[in-house]
C-alpha cells in the first residue's frame, strides 16, 4: 500500500523527520505515538502534500507511484485520506456540496462518471448514520459553528463518502469525549476492510482500545525508534516516553 | 507555488478584448455646445430635448468631478473623447439580415446570437435583447412580441421619436440632469440607451435584456436607460457589457432611471463585466454610473442586483427613493476587484414613505493589489414611520496586498426607524485551500466553491441563466488569484 524510505523532512531550516522508515500493507492498520514534538504531525503533512514542508531526502512509494511526486490533490485521487487534528471551516459551503465536489473530482481522475443526485444522496445518509452525524449538520457550512466532536465526526463521515485506500487519522481522539470517542473509533472500524489501510497517529493510548493496531510504532525525534505489536501500546502508557528519550538521547550525545 | 499561481491569472487574457473593424461615424474630438447640437441633430431630436442637453452641459460646465470616493486614477481629459461614434451604415433596420454581418460577428463571439434568439422566438423563457453598440441601439428583438402585450421595448432614441409624451413625462426624475458630475454629463451628450414601458396590469413575458459593447477607440460610452412600470406590472431587466481591451482609459458615465407606480415591481439585474486594464492596472474602461430607482406610489418594489467583475476604476451606487408607502428597495451586490482594479460601490436607500422596507446585501472579494469599498446610506426621513432596512457588508480578502474598506453612513430623522447592519471581514486561507486539496479538489475549483459559496445570496437572486454566466465570471476573475 505504501512504503516510506528513509523520510527526511524539514521546515526552514529545522529538520523535523531525520529518516523514516514505514511499510504498510493492505487490510492493516498501524499505530504511531510519541511525544510532543516528536514529529508525528509533520509526517503525516508531509504525506498529505502540505507546501510548508521540504522533503531533502527519501522517497514515498503509494499504489506503485511515487507520491512526493504528486501534487497534494492527486495524492487525495490517489485514495490517501488525511482525518485533520483540527478539521478547517469553510463558510458559505456546505458540507454536502463540498464532499459531492470532492468526491466527482476523485471519480473523474480515476475515469468514472459523476455520481447521480440521487446516489450520492443515499450515500450520505448511509455513511452519516455510521457516525451518528446529525442529518442537518450536511447541510450545514463545512464545520462552520461545529463542537470539537461534531469536527472530528464529520472527517470520519467525509473518509466513509471518499472510501480511501490508505486513511491517516492525525490525534483524531484528542478534544473526544469518550462517548464521542466511542462513535468515532466504530465507524473507523467498519470501514476497515482488507483492501484498505489505516495509520492512527495518537498521544494516548485510549484511542488503541477501540481500534486495535496490528503494528505499534513509537516515533521520537524525527525517527522510529521502536515497533511492536498492540502491547507495545500498553508498555508505552504504563512507562511514559521517559524511558526512550533517555535511550535516544543518549545515543545521540 | 503561490507565484506560479498568481503568474498563470495574470496572464490570462480578457476574453472579450477584440475590436470588430466597422467603419463609424464619429462626432470630432470634443465637447462644447455644437457638438450637442451636433448629436441631437443626428438624432433627429425634438427641440425640448436639444434643451434638456444644453442645460445640463451649462451645469456640469460649474460642476467638479467627485474626488470623495476611495479610488485614484489620472481623471479623463473630457475635451479629448469623443461624443458619438455610430457603427455605418446607420439606416432603419427592418430584419437581422441587414445588420452588419461584422456586427454579427462580434455578438457571437460574446455569446449572444441573435439568429438564435429570432429562432426560438415564441418560446416563453425567452430573453428580448436591445443591443448598444457604441454610441447607438444596432437591434432590438422581439419588439413585436412584447407590443401584442402593450409593452413598449426599444432604444431610447427611439423612444424619443415615437414616445415623446412618456420620456418628457419621467426624463430625470429619478436622477435630475443636476444630480451629479457624471450624470449632468450623461444628460447633455448621451447617445442611446434602451427604455422599457410596461403598461398597467402587465406582468412581461420574458426577460428584457440590453447589452452594451464600446468598441470603437477614444470614444466614450453614455447611454442612458429608462425603466417604467406602470400600476401592477412586473418587469425583470438583465444588462450585460463588455469592451475591447486598449491601453488607454475609457469613460463610460451611464444613467439608470426606474420608475415604478402602484403595485409594481421592477427587478433589475446586471452582470458588469468591462475591460479592467491589463496586470499593471494600464487601460480599462472608467466607469462611472448613476442608477436610481423611484418607487414613486404604494407598495412599489426595485431591487438592484449587480455582480461587478470588470472596469479599471468604478464608481456606482444604485439605489431607491422609497416614496410610496409599504414601498422595498433591495441591493444585492457582489463587487469583484483584482489586480489594480479599484471599486467603490454601494447604494442608496431613502426612506421617505410608511412602512418602507429596504435590504442590502453586499459582497465584496478583493485580490492582487486591487482595493475594494462599500459605500453606503440608509437615510430614514422625518416622517417614515416604522422605516426598517437590513444591511450586510462582507468582504472577502484574498492574498495580503489588497484592501477592503466599508464606508455606512446610517442618517436617522423618524424614531420608529428599525435599522440594522452587520458586517464581515473574512480572507480565503491557505489552510482552507490545502484542505480541499486534501479531499481531491484543486486550487482552481476550491475558490470556485468558497468564492461562490461566500456570494450565494447574492447570485441566488440572479435570473437562473445570468447566474451561471456570473459563476463563471467569477471563476475566471479569480483565477489563481490566492497567493
Known amino acids: 500500500m505504501i512504503n516510506i524510505k528513509n523520510l527526511h523532512a524539514s521546515i526552514g531550516d529545522k529538520e523535523i523527520l531525520r529518516g523514516i522508515n514505514l511499510e504498510v500493507k493492505a487490510g492493516e492498520v498501524h499505530a504511531i505515538m510519541g511525544p510532543n514534538g516528536s514529529g508525528k504531525s509533520t509526517l503525516s503533512s508531509v504525506l498529505a502534500g502540505r507546501e510548508d514542508y521540504d522533503v531533502t531526502e527519501g522517497e514515498v512509494i503509494f499504489n506503485g507511484k511515487n507520491l512526493l511526486d504528486l501534487p497534494a490533490e492527486d495524492r487525495a485521487r490517489e485514495g490517501l485520506f488525511l482525518a485533520f487534528?483540527?478539521?478547517?471551516?469553510?463558510?458559505?459551503?456546505?458540507?454536502?456540496?463540498?464532499?459531492?465536489?470532492?468526491?466527482n473530482e476523485i471519480r473523474a481522475y480515476q475515469g468514472q462518471e459523476e455520481m447521480a443526485a440521487k446516489d450520492f444522496l443515499a450515500l450520505v445518509k448511509e455513511k452519516s448514520k455510521l457516525v451518528e452525524l446529525d442529518a442537518k449538520l450536511a447541510s450545514r457550512s463545512v464545520n462552520e459553528g461545529f463542537s470539537g466532536g461534531e469536527k472530528k465526526r464529520n472527517e470520519i463521515f467525509q473518509m466513509a463518502m471518499l472510501n480511501p485506500k490508505l486513511a491517516i487519522l492525525?490525534?483524531?481522539?484528542?478534544?473526544?469525549?469518550?462517548?464521542?470517542?466511542?462513535?468515532?473509533?466504530?465507524g473507523v472500524n467498519k470501514l476497515k476492510s482488507k483492501d484498505n489501510a489505516t495509520i492512527v497517529i495518537t498521544h494516548y493510548q485510549r484511542l488503541l482500545d477501540y481500534i486495535v493496531p496490528d503494528f505499534v510504532h513509537i516515533l521520537y525525534n524525527g525517527r522510529i525508534v521502536k515497533s511492536g505489536g498492540k502491547e507495545l501500546a500498553l508498555e508505552m502508557e504504563a512507562k511514559g516516553y521517559d524511558e526512550i528519550k533517555s535511550q535516544f538521547d543518549s545515543l545521540e550525545s | 507555488m503561490a507565484n506560479e499561481i498568481l503568474e498563470e491569472?495574470?496572464?490570462?487574457?480578457?476574453?472579450?478584448?477584440?475590436?470588430?473593424?466597422?467603419?463609424?461615424?464619429?462626432?470630432?474630438?470634443?465637447?462644447n455646445e455644437d457638438i450637442i447640437k451636433f448629436i441631437s441633430a443626428k438624432k433627429n431630436e425634438p427641440e425640448w430635448m436639444l434643451e434638456f442637453r444644453l442645460k445640463a452641459f451649462r451645469n456640469w460646465k460649474n460642476m467638479v468631478e467627485p474626488e470623495w470616493a476611495h479610488v485614484s486614477y489620472t481623471k479623463p481629459n473630457f475635451q479629448d473623447i469623443i461624443y458619438y461614434s455610430a457603427p455605418k451604415p446607420k439606416k432603419e433596420l427592418a430584419s437581422l439580415d441587414e445588420v452588419d454581418p461584422e456586427l454579427l460577428k462580434t455578438f457571437e463571439k460574446l455569446g449572444i446570437s441573435l439568429e438564435e434568439q429570432k429562432r426560438l422566438s415564441g418560446v416563453q423563457s425567452n430573453i428580448a435583447v436591445d443591443i448598444v453598440f457604441d454610441s447607438v441601439s444596432v437591434k432590438t428583438t422581439f419588439k413585436e412580441t412584447l407590443a401584442e402585450k402593450g409593452i413598449i421595448f426599444c432604444s431610447f432614441s427611439e423612444a424619443v421619436q415615437d414616445h415623446p409624451e412618456l420620456v418628457k413625462k419621467y426624463m430625470g426624475m429619478a436622477v435630475p440632469p443636476t444630480d451629479n458630475f457624471y450624470a449632468a454629463l450623461n444628460s447633455a451628450v448621451f447617445t442611446d440607451g434602451s427604455f422599457c414601458y410596461i403598461p398597467k396590469g402587465v406582468r412581461s413575458p420574458m426577460e428584457l435584456s440590453t447589452y452594451f459593447r464600446i468598441n470603437a477607440s477614444g470614444t466614450?460610452?453614455?447611454?442612458?436607460?429608462m425603466?417604467?412600470?406602470?400600476?401592477?406590472?412586473?418587469?425583470?431587466?438583465?444588462e450585460g457589457c463588455t469592451a475591447p481591451q486598449?491601453?488607454?482609459?475609457?469613460?463610460?458615465?451611464?444613467?439608470v432611471e426606474i420608475i415604478t407606480h402602484k403595485n409594481a415591481e421592477v427587478k433589475y439585474s446586471t452582470v458588469q463585466n468591462w475591460y479592467p486594464g491589463d496586470k499593471d492596472g494600464k487601460g480599462g474602461i472608467f466607469n462611472f454610473v448613476t442608477k436610481r430607482g423611484i418607487c414613486l406610489e404604494d407598495n412599489s418594489k426595485i431591487s438592484w442586483t449587480q455582480v461587478e467583475t470588470g472596469s479599471a476604476v468604478t464608481w456606482k451606487y444604485p439605489s431607491v427613493i422609497l416614496k410610496g408607502n409599504n414601498s422595498v428597495g433591495e441591493f444585492y451586490s457582489v463587487a469583484v476587484t483584482n489586480n489594480y482594479q479599484q471599486a467603490d460601490t454601494g447604494t442608496k436607500m431613502i426612506h421617505i414613505g410608511k412602512n418602507t422596507r429596504s435590504t442590502i446585501i453586499s459582497k465584496g472579494i478583493s485580490a492582487g493589489f486591487?482595493?475594494?469599498?462599500?459605500?453606503?446610506?440608509?437615510?430614514?426621513?422625518?416622517?417614515?414611520?416604522?422605516?426598517r432596512n437590513f444591511s450586510q457588508c462582507d468582504s472577502l480578502l484574498m492574498g495580503d496586498k489588497c484592501g477592503a474598506h466599508t464606508f455606512p453612513y446610517i442618517e436617522i430623522k423618524d424614531k420608529s426607524a428599525v435599522v440594522?447592519?452587520?458586517?464581515?471581514?473574512?480572507?480565503?486561507?491557505?489552510?482552507?485551500?490545502?484542505?480541499?486539496?486534501?479531499?481531491g479538489i484543486d486550487n482552481e475549483k476550491a475558490i470556485g466553491l468558497i468564492v461562490n459559496g461566500y456570494c450565494k445570496e447574492v447570485l441566488n437572486k440572479l435570473p437562473m441563466e445570468f447566474a451561471v454566466e456570473a459563476q463563471k465570471l467569477l471563476a475566471i476573475s479569480l483565477e489563481g488569484s490566492v497567493g
Not at chain 1, 86 to 93: H, M, Q, T
Not at chain 2, 21 to 26: G, L, M, Q, R, S
Not at chain 2, 220 to 225: A, S
Open chain 1, 170 to 186: 492525525d490525534e483524531t481522539d484528542s478534544g473526544l469525549d469518550i462517548d464521542a470517542l466511542r462513535i468515532v473509533a466504530t
Open chain 2, 227 to 238: 425603466i417604467i412600470a406602470d400600476e401592477d406590472s412586473y418587469v425583470s431587466y438583465l
Open chain 2, 420 to 439: 440594522e447592519h452587520e458586517a464581515t471581514t473574512s480572507k480565503i486561507g491557505e489552510d482552507q485551500l490545502f484542505y480541499c486539496k486534501q479531499r
Open chain 2, 370 to 387: 486591487s482595493n475594494n469599498s462599500y459605500r453606503g446610506l440608509v437615510q430614514i426621513k422625518k416622517g417614515a414611520s416604522n422605516a
Open chain 2, 9 to 31: 491569472h495574470i496572464n490570462k487574457d480578457y476574453e472579450w478584448g477584440f475590436t470588430t473593424n466597422i467603419e463609424a461615424d464619429e462626432a470630432p474630438k470634443g465637447l
Open chain 2, 220 to 225: 466614450g460610452q453614455f447611454e442612458r436607460t
Open chain 1, 85 to 103: 487534528q483540527y478539521p478547517i471551516e469553510i463558510p458559505g459551503v456546505s458540507n454536502i456540496n463540498f464532499l459531492r465536489t470532492a468526491l
Open chain 2, 246 to 255: 486598449r491601453d488607454e482609459n475609457q469613460l463610460h458615465a451611464a444613467v
